[in-house]
Nanobody
Framework: QVQLVESGGGLVQAGGSLRLSCVAS????????MGWFRQGPGKEREFVAA????????ATADSVKGRFTISRDNAKNTVYLQMNSLKPEDTAVYYC????????????????????WGQGTQVTVSS
């Protein structure tokens, strides 16, 4: 069983930056591809970014490309989401997710690919 705990959310003005962190329990973290998703008010959960187990491959949603960067530190069992040039439309609860079935190779934007989820961290961007 893997537990994921997000942190780093908060209130920031438009144009500002935040870095989200997600710490995973367990020894098999490098074998998991990881993803970040978000759910805004009244919206469905949507893909933000994903990274392979070794960190060599990433995928990013078009809506955040050039502003958000996903990375990971396997020595710390942690995945990060660096968010720059934040916009009010980035306001959402951000969730970390782990994929234990893709052998760390699959980098997917699909919610159904991920079988472990954190509780989420709120990000609010004021205009």
């Amino acid at each position: 069983q893997v537990q994921l705990v997000e942190s780093g959310g908060g209130l920031v003005q438009a144009g500002g930056s935040l870095r989200l962190s997600c710490v995973a329990s367990g020894r098999t973290f490098p074998a998991y591809s990881m993803g970040w998703f978000r759910q805004g008010p009244g919206k469905e959960r949507e893909f933000v970014a994903a990274i392979s187990g070794g960190g060599g491959r990433t995928a990013t949603a078009d809506s955040v490309k050039g502003r958000f960067t996903i990375s990971r530190d396997n020595a710390k069992n942690t995945v990060y989401l660096q968010m720059n040039s934040l916009k009010p439309e980035d306001t959402a609860v951000y969730y970390c997710a782990g994929d234990s079935t893709g052998r760390g190779v699959v980098v997917s934007a699909a919610l159904r690919q991920y079988d472990y989820w954190g509780q989420g961290t709120q990000v609010t961007v004021s205009s």
